[in-house]
C-alpha cells in the first residue's frame, strides 16, 4: 500500500520571532473568528436546548452549564467561553501531546519497532483496554519523555496570593499577585536528568528500574515514574492537591491512540524533511508542534 500524507493546515500567520510578543497577538487574533462562528452556532442549540422542560433535557455539558448559570436570559458568550476552555483543557491538550509524541517516533524509527513488539506481547490477541494500557511501560515512558522536552506550557503551578507572602528569600508576593513556577528550565535540568537536552524514550522505566534494582520498591508500586505522576522535577500536571484532576483520563487517550496507531501504521517523516524532527512552535509561552510539518502514514495488513 503507498504511502498516505497526512498533515494538520497551517495558520497564515508566519511568525519571524514566535516568542516575541507581538507576533504572538497577531497569531492569538486569528482565533476571533472561530469563536464568532462557534458563538453562532451555539445560539441555536442553547436555544433547542431551553425549550425542553429542564427534567427531560440530555445530561451533557450544555445542559450543566446552563443549570448553573444564573439568570433568565443566558450569556452566549460566557457559555461559548466556556465550552472553549474545556476543549482546550480536554482535546487540544491530548491531541498536542500525541502529535509531539508522532513527530518524535517518526524521527526516530528505530524505537516503532520496540514499542510494537511491547504492545503486541501485552496484548497477546486482545484488545486495548484500560488494563492492558496501564503494562506498556515503555509506551508510558515513551509518552512522558515527550512530555519532559515539549511540555505544552512553559509555565506550570499557577497560584494567586489569598494574602501578603513572604519566601525564606525575602520575596514578597503581595495578595492578590499571580505566581508561576517555570517548568522547562527544571525539566532541563542535569540535576534532575541525565543528558537532559537528549530525546531518550526509556528513561523514565531506566530511572525505575534502576531504584528496584538499589532494592527500592516504591518507584514501582507508587509509579513513581508513571505518565501521571506529577513531581517537583516533572511539572507537565502541576503539582500537590491542585494538579490536573483529568490526567489519568488524558494520559488513557493518549496511549490509546499511540498504541493503535503504531500497530496499525508505519510511520515516517517525508524526505524532505532529512529524518529531522520539526522544531516545535513557540506561541505566548505555549510549546506547540510544528502545525506546517507533514507525516506520512502507510497501513499494515496482516501485521506485515
Known amino acids: 500500500m503507498p504511502w498516505t500524507l497526512a498533515y494538520a493546515r497551517g495558520s497564515s500567520v508566519r511568525s519571524r520571532r514566535p516568542n516575541a510578543h507581538g507576533d504572538a497577538c497577531i497569531y492569538l487574533s486569528k482565533f476571533g473568528l472561530p469563536f464568532q462562528a462557534a458563538t453562532k452556532s451555539l445560539t441555536d442549540a442553547i436555544n433547542q436546548r431551553l425549550s425542553i422542560p429542564e427534567e427531560e433535557r440530555p445530561?451533557?455539558?450544555?445542559?450543566?452549564?446552563?443549570?448553573?448559570?444564573?439568570?433568565?436570559?443566558?450569556?452566549?458568550?460566557?457559555?461559548?467561553?466556556?465550552?472553549?476552555?474545556?476543549?482546550?483543557?480536554?482535546?487540544?491538550?491530548?491531541?498536542?501531546?500525541?502529535?509531539?509524541?508522532?513527530?518524535?517516533?517518526?524521527?526516530?524509527?528505530?524505537?516503532?519497532?520496540?514499542?510494537?513488539?511491547?504492545?503486541?506481547?501485552?496484548?497477546?490477541?486482545?484488545?486495548?483496554?484500560?488494563?492492558?494500557?496501564?503494562?506498556?511501560?515503555?509506551?508510558?515512558?515513551?509518552?512522558?519523555?515527550?512530555?519532559?522536552?515539549?511540555?505544552?506550557?512553559?509555565?506550570?503551578?499557577t497560584r494567586v496570593a489569598v494574602k501578603d507572602f513572604i519566601f525564606s528569600d525575602g520575596t514578597r508576593v503581595p495578595a492578590g499577585d499571580q505566581i508561576q513556577g517555570i517548568a522547562s528550565p527544571i525539566h532541563l535540568d542535569a540535576t534532575h536528568y541525565e543528558e537532559p537536552h537528549s530525546f531518550k524514550p526509556w528513561r523514565f522505566c531506566d530511572m525505575s528500574q534502576a531504584e528496584i534494582d538499589e532494592g527500592s520498591t516504591s518507584a514501582r508500586m507508587s509509579g513513581k515514574y508513571d505518565m501521571v505522576q506529577p513531581s517537583k522535577s516533572f511539572m507537565v500536571w502541576g503539582i500537590g492537591r491542585h494538579a490536573c484532576p483529568g490526567r489519568w483520563y488524558a494520559a488513557m487517550v493518549i496511549k490509546h491512540l499511540m498504541a493503535y496507531i503504531v500497530l496499525n501504521y508505519d510511520i515516517r517523516l517525508p524526505d524532505s524533511a532529512k529524518g529531522k524532527r520539526p522544531a516545535n512552535l513557540q506561541v505566548a509561552g505555549m510549546c506547540l508542534p510544528n502545525r506546517s510539518a507533514k507525516l506520512l502514514f502507510k497501513r499494515r495488513f496482516n501485521n506485515d
Request: charged share 20%; proline share 2%.
Open 59 to 157: 445530561n451533557n455539558l450544555l445542559t450543566w452549564i446552563l443549570a448553573r448559570l444564573s439568570g433568565k436570559e443566558p450569556d452566549i458568550q460566557l457559555i461559548n467561553g466556556i465550552f472553549q476552555l474545556i476543549s482546550i483543557v480536554s482535546q487540544n491538550t491530548t491531541s498536542m501531546t500525541l502529535g509531539h509524541a508522532l513527530f518524535y517516533l517518526a524521527a526516530n524509527p528505530e524505537y516503532i519497532g520496540v514499542l510494537r513488539e511491547e504492545i503486541e506481547d501485552v496484548l497477546d490477541g486482545g484488545d486495548l483496554t484500560y488494563e492492558s494500557l496501564n503494562r506498556m511501560r515503555k509506551l508510558d515512558s515513551f509518552i512522558r519523555e515527550t512530555q519532559r522536552l515539549s511540555a505544552l506550557g512553559n509555565l506550570s503551578v
